[in-house]
């Protein structure tokens, strides 16, 4: 466990002194919300908890928690997925 938190820290750091995205170097989530009716995760590590006014999943180091109404887990494959539904907050854990 610490030599992949250092790993992915070492990867992090090279990433920015390089100038380039963090999330396609070292695997960190990338999220794109677009409006409050669709949020896409990519890098994600898998569902914790699903319900249509709360959804978390892990990201890794973090866990993304999507507060809202109507929620649905409308794509999901081995890196990405897709929520659907009424988005009214997105927290990082």
Avoid at 42 to 52: K, M, Q, S, V
Avoid at 65 to 93: D, F, P, Q
């Amino acid at each position: 466990m610490e030599r992949n938190r250092r790993r992915e820290s070492l990867l992090e750091r090279t990433a920015q002194m390089l100038d380039l995205p963090a999330d396609v170097v070292a695997g960190v989530p990338r999220l794109e919300l677009t409006g409050d009716s669709e949020l896409r995760m990519e890098n994600h590590r898998g569902i914790l908890a699903y319900g249509t006014e709360e959804i978390r999943v892990s990201g890794g180091r973090m866990i993304v928690r999507v507060l809202g109404e109507g929620l649905c887990l409308k794509a999901m494959n081995g890196s990405e997925l897709l929520i659907t539904g009424h988005v009214r907050a997105v927290e990082l854990e």
